[in-house]
């Protein structure tokens, strides 16, 4: 079965990390390009950051850009999104989802239509 799986959100005062993870199964991430999204309660879903190990590409949000890291580890078939410094206005619930020609770059990273699982999501609450 392909799928992928989130884990590692929680709650977490203003200015702390997290954490999230991103496993898959049924497939590998060697081909596959992966982005993490979020939203927000009443919110549109936004795109956060993207990775294309095959490329050694990433990309970020504005909005998140130094606060934010994504790496991967293809022998795990993970990718992780690191979140530090984090705001109440990073309260989401955040989801990963990967797409073989999903196209990880400024101009490609919002666009889902290529994106082919995702992930159940996992909630991440930031406290003022």
């Known amino acids: 079965e392909v799928q992928l799986v989130e884990s590692g959100g929680g709650l977490v005062q203003a200015g702390g990390s997290l954490r999230l993870t991103c496993a898959a199964s049924?497939?590998?991430?060697?081909?596959?390009?992966i982005g993490w999204f979020r939203q927000a309660p009443g919110k549109e879903r936004e795109a956060v950051s993207c990775?294309?190990?095959?490329?050694?590409?990433?990309h970020y949000a504005d909005s998140v850009k130094g606060r934010f890291t994504i790496t991967n580890d293809n022998a795990k078939n993970t990718v992780y999104l690191h979140l530090n410094s984090l705001e109440p206005e990073d309260t989401a619930v955040y989801y990963c989802?990967?797409?073989?020609?999903?196209?990880?770059?400024?101009?490609?990273?919002?666009?889902?239509?290529?994106?082919?699982?995702w992930g159940q999501g996992t909630l991440v609450t930031v406290s003022s």
């Open positions: 989802a990967a797409g073989r020609y999903y196209y990880c770059s400024d101009y490609g990273y919002r666009d889902t239509v290529y994106l082919e699982v």
């Open positions: 990775i294309n190990s095959g490329l050694g590409t990433t």
């Open positions: 049924g497939f590998t991430f060697d081909d596959h390009a």
